[in-house]
């Protein structure tokens, strides 16, 4: 049956009792934007861990695999998602999930529900946990939007109420998955700060943005801002690479797991599956390079003590199966019982596969790269060696040459590659507590600080 209640619906009753004050659909955008930062880095990332919901239309829009993780979703989305015709794409919230891996599968974190035309193409979102609560929305017509931000418990109970009513009537399934996941939070602990605080952060982080685009536009000669600029685009473009790419995945391991197909069949789409995969976590790299060097991000005080060796392990498997793909033996040369290492585990994971990637391109197949760990007085030091095809003998890893093109990436006319520029690893890396040298008579070599943690 079809249901009554739409996404729509709900948005007009969110706007009742407000002071309508409209803005253009660029602005809109921009507040739409900046408001799902300020909302999940400033308060989500402080009050998701014991779990909650979170219901989204037409695209998902949080943007952290930890959240995904933790909190069960509903997506109301439209046929073909995450595609969308003309001008409706540029309104959506993005799902800019930097970090898939291979046991983070798109549609097996939420449920995807069939979008209503009558539902509209604004975005939409709510969360719900035990301690913090949040409605945003955006609603209007072409040129004439508002952003709504609703937190207070009158609004919750009526949207909570509609949702719910919404979803059985379209599957009563996840009907009452959901009234199950709002009945497990209990009484909700309503943040009244939440409110007095949005609206001067949402002020704070749109007076950046609108300060950041006029000094870009006022100092065209200004090289660090056209760098930052640059950066900033690259750091869109690689989001809208992985976006189609992990829906490419989905729909892969959808296919494999429902229907029957000959040994052959399977492994073409296996292949798929696994390039698709590279190609995320090589436009992931790109996507942290680019929030370096735009100055939006500063993981340096989020370090942690690691086991490198146990993310060697893990890794290892991966790497194994990346080359032997391209005929490319893999040796690890790693003692027992190093020390823990001070990290983000998260990103220097996805650095380290960078690093193989970018190092072994151009390689002929038949060689062996060697990967060794050891001390080196407070530091640990990787080293990347290599043994050539027609060269048995070992020899520090060297890459070719490339031309920068860019404050991120460097691209190899000889490999036809498109990589991580020297300056983007030594600041990526550094973010990550290592420091890299990397010279002809020396190839690359990569220290770590061991943790003083007990």
């Not at 609560?133 to 609004?155: H, N, V, W, Y």
């Not at 920068?404 to 983007?424: E, K, R």
Request: glycine share 6%; with cysteine; hydrophobic share 40%.
């Amino acid at each position: 049956m079809k249901s009554d209640i739409t996404i729509k619906k709900i948005q007009d009753l969110l706007l009742q009792g407000l002071k309508i004050r409209y803005v253009d659909d660029v602005t809109s955008r921009r507040m739409w934007w900046a408001s799902l930062e300020v909302v999940q880095k400033e308060y989500l990332s402080q009050n998701y861990q014991k779990g909650g919901i979170w219901v989204a239309s037409p695209l998902p829009a949080l943007n952290e695999k930890k959240f995904f993780s933790k909190l069960e979703g509903w997506l109301w989305a439209p046929e073909g998602f995450p595609y969308f015709n003309k001008e409706n794409a540029g309104f959506l919230p993005g799902d800019s999930s930097n970090k898939t891996k291979d046991n983070f599968v798109f549609n097996e974190n939420y449920k995807v529900l069939n979008l209503n035309p009558l539902d509209g193409y604004e975005p939409f979102l709510m969360i719900i946990t035990a301690t913090f609560q949040c409605i945003l929305t955006i609603a209007g017509e072409k040129d004439k939007k508002i952003l709504i931000m609703r937190c207070d418990e009158d609004s919750l109970k009526n949207v909570i109420e509609l949702i719910h009513a919404k979803l059985y009537q379209e599957n009563d399934n996840e009907g009452r998955k959901f009234q199950n996941a709002i009945n497990k939070l209990g009484k909700l602990n309503i943040n009244n700060q939440f409110e007095k605080n949005f609206w001067p952060s949402l002020s704070i982080k749109l007076t950046k943005l609108i300060s950041n685009l006029n000094i870009n536009n006022s100092i065209e000669n200004d090289k660090n801002d056209i760098q930052i600029t640059e950066a900033k685009l690259l750091k869109a473009i690689s989001h809208e690479v992985r976006t189609p790419l992990a829906t490419i995945r989905t729909l892969i391991n959808s296919t494999l797991r429902k229907y029957s197909m000959d040994e052959s069949m399977r492994n073409r789409l296996i292949q798929i599956d696994n390039e698709c995969n590279e190609q995320i976590d090589r436009f992931g790299l790109i996507f942290n390079a680019a929030e370096l060097v735009s100055n939006e991000i500063f993981p340096i005080n989020q370090l942690a003590k690691i086991n490198l060796t146990e993310i060697f392990n893990k890794l290892t498997p991966v790497w194994t199966k990346q080359l032997n793909r391209r005929g490319i033996s893999l040796k690890i040369d790693i003692p027992n019982h190093l020390p823990s290492i001070l990290s983000d585990s998260e990103k220097l994971e996805l650095m380290l596969r960078g690093l193989i990637d970018k190092n072994t391109r151009g390689l002929k197949e038949g060689s062996t790269i060697i990967l060794e760990l050891r001390p080196a007085g407070q530091k640990l030091k990787l080293e990347l060696k290599v043994e050539k095809l027609d060269r048995p003998k070992k020899e520090i890893l060297v890459e070719e040459d490339g031309s920068d093109i860019g404050p991120v990436l460097n691209w190899n006319p000889q490999t036809g590659s498109l990589q991580l520029s020297q300056i983007a690893t030594q600041k990526l890396l550094a973010s990550l507590g290592g420091h890299v040298t990397k010279r002809r008579d020396t190839g690359l070599t990569v220290f770590f600080p061991i943790s003083d943690a007990k």
